[in-house]
């Protein structure tokens, strides 16, 4: 399975991105999905997750309401649009695939990664 993230960058704050992460359809079009970042000393931590249908989504507090996660099972992508970014969404973010058909806000329950793709907010 290859997970491939992109859509990252430098943004102003208050800005807008949308990353992109484009998955081997035949593998992943039945498992739960997720998004975690890490930034620079801290720990890898959970941003958002979807069901492999698309009806079942979860989020991290600190992105509520600010972040959208979705997927297009046809294409075999899976999306996160952050609106409203801030200086402490600055991170490298990463696109995990889970083990079974929900998702989760716990980094073991996902067993194939994407590389990263950096998001830089501005103050």
């Known amino acids: 399975v290859q997970l491939q993230a992109s859509g990252g960058g430098l943004v102003q704050a208050g800005g807008s991105l949308r990353l992109s992460c484009a998955a081997s359809r035949r593998t992943t079009s039945n498992n739960g999905m997720g998004w975690f970042r890490q930034a620079p000393g801290e720990d890898r931590e959970f941003v958002a997750g979807i069901s492999w249908r698309g009806d079942r989504t979860i989020y991290a507090d600190s992105v509520k309401a600010r972040f959208t996660i979705s997927r297009d099972n046809v294409k075999g992508i899976l999306y996160l649009q952050m609106d409203n970014l801030k200086p402490e969404d600055t991170a490298v973010y990463y696109c995990?695939?889970?083990?079974?058909?929900?998702?989760?806000?716990?980094?073991?329950?996902?067993?194939?990664w994407g590389q990263g793709t950096q998001v830089t907010v501005s103050s």
């Open positions: 995990a695939a889970a083990r079974g058909a929900m998702s989760s806000r716990s980094a073991p329950d996902y067993n194939y």
